[in-house]
């Protein structure tokens, strides 16, 4: 994504004022502090607030919106909480490491959190911010340089068609935007605290829209009520996606911050579901790998990630590359018996294996071929 100029990160258009009658009505001090009365900018500027809607949201927001302003600091992406859980239960148990790989934690992935400005009003911090439009709110968030600014090597990726040889989610192709599925409810938090994406009450689901695919009046219908409850949707529809392998932190010479992994790689696994529920009944998901590394921290600390085992390396994915048609649903035998498209144990690290023990396919389970 093209970088703003200084001057466009910073310039407030007049079109704020005039246009805004809501927020450009509101004088800068009220959300931002500072004193406007002082005539000097170097001291008027003292306790300037950047983001007031981060640091106190049901202030900076909730005067107006006040469920949203209440709700955000629960959400997922202010929070940040499947970081934070997933990598607590990975650390060890020593609680001078655990404290040493959490304060870690909190200066690289906590980095990536948003606000309700970083998606109204500006970028999101995590790719150098400026705003949007000149401080004109934007009441649904320009997706390119909101949410795949964020979620852009993977979602963005896939749903775009970046991927070479692999086609564009056909909701894209059908211009939708991101907020047709991922709504407002959504975004803003029900104030529940959520273990992950999967657990959110609003999250959507495909049978939002797709109501009819089990009556037997609807095509295709016999299939899907023969997978229903057994197979992901994203096991049928979804293309190959992007996997990451082992990540490492570090500091450079100059105290800047950064991380590394090795190459990424294009594949498409499915694996038995590691966390079954109401809302996730299947047997059969699609895995993604994602990049930790017991080593992931050993810049700062050794042996932080004594707990890898804990939880999958290959973790349930939901692929933002749907088609109607795919590879795998062209023919019951393209995916019954097809033994590669399954996460067996010698798909995996033997290092990783005790972590996924309980999302690989035993060879027996692979569903048999239709003429068997």
Same mark, same amino acid.
């Given at each position: 994504?093209?970088?703003?100029?200084?001057?466009?990160?910073?310039?407030?258009?007049?079109?704020?004022?005039?246009?805004?009658?809501?927020?450009?009505?509101?004088?800068?001090?009220?959300?931002?502090?500072?004193?406007?009365?002082?005539?000097?900018?170097?001291?008027?500027?003292?306790?300037?607030?950047?983001?007031?809607?981060?640091?106190?949201?049901?202030?900076?927001?909730?005067?107006?919106?006040?469920?949203?302003?209440?709700?955000?600091?629960?959400?997922?992406?202010?929070?940040?909480?499947?970081?934070?859980?997933?990598?607590?239960?990975?650390?060890?148990?020593?609680?001078?490491?655990?404290?040493?790989?959490?304060?870690?934690?909190?200066?690289?992935?906590?980095?990536?959190?948003?606000?309700?400005?970083?998606?109204?009003?500006?970028?999101?911090?995590?790719?150098?911010?400026?705003?949007?439009?000149?401080?004109?709110?934007?009441?649904?968030?320009?997706?390119?340089?909101? %949410?795949?600014? /964020? =979620?852009?090597?993977?979602?963005? $990726?896939? @749903?775009?068609?970046?991927?070479?040889?692999? *086609?564009?989610?056909?909701?894209?192709?059908?211009?939708?935007?991101?907020?047709?599925?991922?709504?407002?409810?959504?975004?803003?938090?029900?104030?529940?605290?959520?273990?992950?994406?999967?657990?959110?009450?609003?999250?959507?689901?495909?049978?939002?829209?797709?109501?009819?695919?089990?009556?037997?009046?609807?095509?295709?219908?016999?299939?899907?009520?023969?997978?229903?409850?057994?197979?992901? %949707?994203?096991? /049928? =529809?979804?293309?190959?996606?992007? $996997?990451? @392998?082992?990540?490492?932190?570090?500091?450079? *010479?100059?105290?800047?911050?950064?991380?590394?992994?090795?190459?990424?790689?294009?594949?498409?696994?499915?694996?038995?579901?590691?966390?079954?529920?109401?809302?996730?009944?299947?047997?059969?998901?699609?895995?993604?790998?994602?990049?930790?590394?017991?080593?992931?921290?050993?810049?700062?600390?050794?042996?932080?990630?004594?707990?890898?085992?804990?939880?999958?390396?290959?973790?349930?994915?939901?692929?933002?590359?749907?088609?109607?048609?795919?590879?795998? $649903?062209?023919?019951?035998?393209?995916?019954?018996?097809? *033994?590669?498209?399954?996460?067996?144990?010698?798909?995996?690290?033997?290092?990783?294996?005790?972590?996924?023990?309980?999302?690989?396919?035993?060879?027996?389970?692979?569903?048999?071929?239709?003429?068997?």
């Amino acid at each position: 994504m093209t970088q703003l100029a200084s001057h466009e990160k910073i310039f407030v258009s007049t079109d704020f004022i005039e246009q805004d009658k809501n927020h450009g009505s509101i004088n800068c001090e009220v959300c931002h502090g500072g004193d406007p009365e002082d005539i000097d900018w170097r001291t008027a500027h003292n306790g300037i607030i950047r983001d007031p809607s981060y640091s106190n949201p049901e202030k900076a927001c909730g005067g107006c919106h006040a469920e949203a302003g209440e709700n955000y600091k629960m959400t997922l992406h202010y929070t940040l909480g499947p970081y934070y859980s997933t990598i607590g239960k990975r650390a060890n148990k020593d609680m001078g490491i655990h404290q040493k790989v959490m304060s870690s934690t909190e200066n690289y992935c906590g980095k990536c959190h948003s606000s309700c400005g970083q998606c109204h009003v500006s970028r999101p911090d995590s790719v150098d911010g400026g705003l949007l439009a000149g401080h004109v709110f934007q009441k649904k968030p320009p997706n390119e340089t909101t %949410c795949t600014a /964020c =979620h852009g090597s993977r979602i963005g $990726n896939e @749903y775009y068609g970046r991927n070479d040889g692999i *086609k564009p989610d056909i909701h894209h192709e059908k211009l939708m935007k991101c907020e047709k599925c991922h709504t407002g409810l959504e975004m803003h938090g029900d104030g529940k605290k959520y273990e992950n994406r999967y657990e959110v009450r609003n999250a959507p689901e495909c049978t939002d829209c797709h109501m009819g695919i089990y009556k037997e009046t609807e095509e295709n219908s016999a299939s899907h009520l023969l997978h229903k409850d057994k197979v992901a %949707c994203y096991v /049928c =529809h979804s293309q190959e996606y992007k $996997n990451c @392998y082992s990540c490492h932190v570090s500091e450079d *010479k100059a105290g800047t911050q950064f991380f590394k992994s090795k190459p990424s790689s294009m594949g498409f696994k499915i694996g038995l579901n590691p966390d079954k529920s109401e809302k996730r009944p299947e047997q059969f998901v699609t895995l993604r790998h994602i990049p930790v590394d017991k080593g992931l921290f050993e810049f700062y600390i050794k042996d932080g990630l004594t707990g890898l085992d804990n939880l999958p390396t290959w973790k349930m994915t939901t692929p933002h590359n749907i088609r109607r048609k795919t590879s795998q $649903n062209a023919a019951c035998n393209n995916c019954h018996g097809v *033994k590669a498209l399954y996460l067996l144990a010698d798909d995996i690290a033997e290092e990783e294996r005790e972590a996924n023990k309980g999302v690989i396919v035993p060879k027996d389970s692979i569903p048999a071929r239709a003429d068997n």
